[in-house]
Each structure stands twice: as structure tokens, then as C-alpha cells.
């Protein structure tokens, strides 16, 4: 095996210029002292040689490392790749390298996550909701690092908010399901547990049943995984119901498709058998048969908004001003009325 090059260091760069290391610093610090000439052979050096600065002297220099880590829970489906990507476009604009982890909905593993993060020392954390240890925000307080939770929103909260309330984007879409004649009306879930979305999405859902006076019983709520087989498997055991539902409200659009797939396994046709809806309005929402009708969520506003407060915070500019957005209902082909 061939044994590895050393890494070339400062000094390298700094002979093969013909500057001094300092002169290097600067120029890798996009200082503006250095220009013209100067800039140009010291960036034709960086190059030539493959030099990356050391990321730990950087830190300790400017007390900052220039990363941001964002803890999801899940890479699995598409529910916050929209959201991530345009947190990880902007802070590239602003020289940040973003860090991505997934704790699967485990509050254990993110608190270790978290942690591990500080470790690494980044400047900033996102979070998705508020549902997880009371350890992971000691810690976070502790450290001093700023963090923001994302995907959801609380009024008069001791948090910093990037997000929307999914109990009330919820009310609409199960109020237009009603307008159409449906009472009988159940719900695929996602787990509740350590999930404040699925518990608001669920809560918004009996808000506007109850409202429109009928009931969403225990026993037509199904909570499953986010994955189109568990929704499946939940659709099955819904219509083998004595009276099975005419219409069932999802947690999320990944959900409906897979409630959608078992539906036409079933021999019901969509929706003159059945209305399904989901929420979240990504890209699967409009390529499956019949399109999805389904609540559209500004993920891409919501993970630039996340970049810009966090860089603020870490640079002291804000103390972490909540942001809360509006949701809308994408009226597709997937509800017919009774």
C-alpha cells in the first residue's frame, strides 16, 4: 500500500508564495488587506499543494468553528430534505458547513447527538420540535450555544421558533374533508411519542371533527411509522371495520401514499371509495394517482430563516426572535364528497 503524502501545512503555502505565514492567514481569512498579486499566488498555492487550514487552530483563533449542526429525525423519506437543503444553501453563502445528523426519533440518541455536536465545537444547532429530554437543553443552555426548533410553533415560549402550528394548518384540511359530507372519518397518525407534530396534527384533526359535532374515536386513530407499508398495514385494518371510514385524514403525505397503494389494493377506487389527505405537500404529493390533496409547507422559507437567525445569534445581532408561518391547503384530486 502506498504510504500517505504528509499533509502540506501553512509553511508550505507560505514558500511556495513567497509570503510570509501570516500574510497566508490573512488571505485565508478573506482579509482585505491582501490583494491583487499577493491574493492570486497565495490562492494558486492553496491549490496546487491541496492545503486545508486546520480546523481546530481556526477555531481557537476566532472562537468559532463556521459550522452549524442540524439534528432531524428521520432521512428516510422526504419530509425535511426541501427544509435542509435551503438551510445548507444559505449558510454555504456565508462560508458555513453544515452538519446533519438523524436520531430516528430517539430522544436518547439525539441528546448524544447534541453532545457529540458541542464536541466538534459548532456555532449553532436546529432542532425539529420541542419533544425530547429536558437534558439536551440543560446541556444546550449550558454550553451557551444557540440553538432554534423548527417545524412547529409555540406563542409565549422560552424557545426560538422557525416554524408553524400544526394543530391549527391542520383544522382547514379536515374541515374542507367535512364540507364534502364525510362523518365517518378516521386517521392515520404518525407515532406521537417524543413527536409534537403528529400530537398537534392529531389534535387539530378532533379540534375540527368535534367542532362540526361528531367524534374521532380511539379506535379510528392508527398511529404508524413514517414508512408507506406501516400506513398500509393501517389502512387494511381501518376498512376491515363494519363500517368502515369514507374518508381518512393522514399525519403526513408519505402516509397517504402508502394508505393510497393498500387502498387500491384493496379494489377502492380514489376517491370515489375513499378520500384520503395528507400533509406536508412534497414532491410525492403530486405524482401519485390521484394527486394528493394535502397541506402545503413552506419548507424551503423555513430552513433559510433557520440559517439567517442562527448565523444572528451566533454573532451576538439577536437575542432569537420566533418566526411563525402560514400554511395552505393544496386542493388536489384525492377527496370526493359522500
Not at 37 to 62: I, K, N
Not at 260 to 277: H, K
Request: proline share 5%; charged share 20%.
Amino acid at each position: 500500500m502506498t504510504p500517505r503524502k504528509p499533509l502540506p501545512t501553512l509553511d508550505d503555502v507560505a514558500r511556495h508564495a513567497g509570503v510570509s505565514t501570516a500574510t497566508v492567514s490573512r488571505c485565508l481569512n478573506n482579509s482585505a488587506s491582501v490583494r491583487g498579486d499577493t491574493r492570486r499566488r497565495v490562492t494558486e498555492a492553496v491549490e496546487m499543494l491541496g492545503y486545508t487550514p486546520h480546523f481546530g487552530g481556526r477555531a481557537l483563533a476566532s472562537n468559532r468553528t463556521n459550522t452549524i449542526g442540524a439534528i432531524i429525525p428521520t432521512m428516510e423519506n422526504a419530509i425535511f430534505a426541501r427544509g435542509v437543503q435551503a438551510l445548507q444553501e444559505s449558510l454555504a453563502t456565508a462560508g458555513v458547513t453544515l452538519l446533519v445528523a438523524s436520531s430516528g426519533y430517539d430522544p436518547d440518541r439525539e441528546l448524544k447527538q447534541v453532545s457529540a455536536m458541542l464536541g466538534r465545537g459548532v456555532d449553532g444547532i436546529m432542532l425539529i420540535g420541542d419533544a425530547r429530554l429536558q437534558k439536551t437543553y440543560d446541556l444546550l443552555l449550558a454550553r451557551g450555544v444557540p440553538y432554534v426548533l423548527a417545524w412547529n410553533f409555540r406563542s409565549n415560549s422560552q424557545h426560538t421558533w422557525v416554524g408553524f402550528n400544526n394543530r391549527l394548518a391542520m383544522r382547514p384540511l379536515v374541515e374542507s374533508v367535512l364540507a364534502q359530507g364525510h362523518t365517518r372519518i378516521a386517521m392515520i397518525a404518525g407515532i406521537t411519542s417524543f413527536n409534537d407534530r403528529a400530537v398537534d396534527r392529531l389534535a387539530g384533526a378532533r379540534d375540527a371533527i368535534e367542532g362540526a359535532g361528531l367524534k374521532l374515536p380511539a379506535k379510528l386513530v392508527i398511529e404508524a411509522e413514517y414508512v408507506p407499508a406501516a400506513a398500509g398495514a393501517a389502512l387494511r385494518k381501518l376498512m376491515s371495520r363494519k363500517s368502515p371510514p369514507t374518508a381518512i385524514i393522514c399525519g403526513n403525505d408519505v402516509l397517504a401514499a402508502g394508505a393510497m397503494r393498500e387502498a387500491r389494493a384493496l379494489g377502492l377506487t380514489l376517491p370515489g371509495d375513499l378520500t384520503i389527505v395528507g400533509f406536508d405537500d412534497i414532491e410525492l404529493a403530486s405524482l401519485v394517482e390521484p394527486p394528493l390533496t394535502t397541506v402545503h409547507v413552506p419548507h424551503r422559507r423555513m430552513g433559510q430563516t433557520v440559517a439567517k437567525l442562527l448565523l444572528a445569534m451566533r454573532d451576538q445581532e439577536t437575542v432569537g426572535q420566533s418566526v411563525e408561518f402560514q400554511t395552505e391547503i393544496v386542493e388536489r384530486g384525492s377527496v370526493a364528497s359522500v
